[in-house]
Antibody, heavy 118, light 107 residues
């Protein structure tokens, strides 16, 4: 069965960076794009961007360009998202979600809470 | 960016009742509209994609319809396990955007 296992909660200081991981199993990692989504109480759900694990090609929401960097490691079937220059506004739950071949986010990771605080 | 507006924000209904949730886009999204269910403390789960296609394993009491800018999720007979927040997502044009959600509770 398809599973996306995300890394654990992070407590990080303002101005630093954090790298989140999403390990895929139960399917061929390079066959499906991977999305990343941010969820906060105030802003709701926001789509950050998408990566093609086969080619490494990416597309970003303009709002997150310069903030998020998406990469993959095909050898470990793991997708990564690095968030840089963190501020308290980056505190949120972040999800990875597989894109089905027809497009929708058909499987989601369990989410990881990132807290930015000094 | 395409704005997605869901209504109502909050809905209280009884078990067995027919429930209709609405999602309105700020421009035509050509039926690239998905519905997700999120229970408290869990990740969202795909219910319906491309307006009216039921995702694998989703009960048939869930259905979707719509076109252009107006879309609807219907639960034909509300069950206790349907208590959740429901989100719509448009994938017609980047950046993909979510609605603000409808929180569904039991009366």
């Amino acid at each position: 069965q398809v599973q996306l296992q995300q890394s654990g909660a992070e407590l990080v200081k303002p101005g630093t960076s954090v790298k989140l991981s999403c390990k895929a199993s139960g399917y061929t990692f390079t066959s499906n794009h991977m999305n990343w989504i941010k969820q906060t109480t105030g802003q709701g759900l926001e789509w950050i961007g998408i990566i093609n694990p086969g080619s490494g090609g990416t597309s970003y929401n303009v709002k997150f360009k310069g903030k998020a960097t998406l990469t993959v490691d095909k050898s470990s079937s793991t997708a990564f998202m690095q968030l840089s220059s963190l501020t308290p506004e980056d505190s949120a739950v972040y999800y990875c979600a597989r894109a089905a071949n027809s497009g929708p986010h058909d499987y989601w990771g369990q989410g990881v809470m990132v807290t930015v605080s000094s | 960016d395409i704005q997605m507006t869901q209504s109502p924000s909050f809905l209280s209904a009884s078990v067995g009742e027919r429930v209709t949730l609405s999602c309105k886009a700020s421009q035509n999204i050509n039926k690239y509209l998905d519905w997700y269910q999120q229970k408290l403390g869990e990740a969202p789960k795909l219910l319906i994609y491309n307006t009216n296609n039921l995702h694998t394993g989703i009960p048939s009491r869930f259905s979707g319809s719509g076109s252009g800018t107006d879309y609807t999720l219907t639960i034909s007979s509300l069950q206790p396990e349907d208590v959740a927040t429901y989100f719509c997502l448009q994938r017609n044009s980047w950046p993909w955007t979510f609605g603000g959600g409808t929180k569904l509770e039991l009366k």
